[in-house]
């Protein structure tokens, strides 16, 4: 059974560039969430999606940060222009509808330079 | 508004010795309490999860009681081993389809 698969592992990208990260939640689960991870802030909620609807998103990333649920077993982050600060871990995560287990994917390691 | 937080961004040890970890939450819902534990290069899982008052929960030698009268949610291990050292979230779940709440997470290094 496969797990969230996220692609790519890694990616540099120089200020200003415009990346795209890609997300495979879990067959079958309806609510998908990304996050962006760094040591001084934890774990930060960019967008929770729920069959495909835009349910919940981070208010402090709406400008350069979007992400579309492409259809049920595909979403997209598109990061836009990107930044150095923008530099951390990005994390794609699903669920069944309203589950209690989260289950996340390995991330994307981002580095902006 | 909701939060949720960790008092220790660091904790080593030895192994062998006990842990624990601080969690407490706020909120006017009804709360789900979880922790995850995060191995290097790894995606996090799930350890741990409650939302019954007063009520030990335990995984792989891994404890924590939710207490709703002082809003916590403490983990606890009685005997750290070296595979035990990773980064562990305190996270929340309140209802009406909001994402989980994370703490800023927890670096446990065991030792030798």
């Known amino acids: 059974d496969a797990g969230v698969t996220q692609t790519p592992r890694h990616e540099v990208a120089e200020k200003g560039q415009t990346i795209i990260l890609k997300c495979e939640p879990v067959?079958?689960?309806?609510?998908l969430f990304w996050y962006r991870q760094t040591k001084i802030q934890g774990l930060e909620l960019l967008s929770y999606f729920r069959s495909k609807s835009l349910m919940e998103d981070g208010g402090a990333f709406k400008d350069r940060f979007k992400a579309e649920m492409l259809n049920s077993s595909f979403s997209t982050l598109k990061i836009q222009p990107t930044e150095p600060k923008d530099s951390a871990v990005y994390l794609c995560?699903?669920?069944?509808?309203?589950?209690?287990?989260?289950?996340f994917g390995k991330g994307t390691r981002l580095t902006v330079v | 508004g909701d939060s949720v937080t960790q008092t220790e961004g660091l904790v080593t040890l030895t192994k062998g010795l006990p842990v624990m970890l601080n969690c407490t939450y706020q909120t006017t819902y009804s709360p789900f309490l979880f922790w995850y534990v995060q191995h290097l290069n790894e995606a996090p899982k799930l350890l741990l999860k409650?939302?019954?008052?007063?009520k030990r929960t335990e995984h792989q030698g891994f404890y924590a009681t939710l207490h709703k009268s002082s809003s916590s949610f403490h983990l606890q291990k009685s005997s750290v081993q070296l595979s035990d050292s990773a980064l562990y979230f305190c996270?929340?779940?309140?209802?009406?389809?909001?994402?989980?709440?994370f703490g800023t997470g927890t670096t446990v290094s065991v030792s030798p």
């Open positions: 409650s939302s019954t008052d007063n």
């Open positions: 996270a929340l779940s309140i209802q009406g389809g909001r994402a989980l709440i």
């Open positions: 067959s079958g689960h309806n609510d």
């Open positions: 995560a699903s669920s069944h509808r309203g589950g209690t287990e989260v289950f």
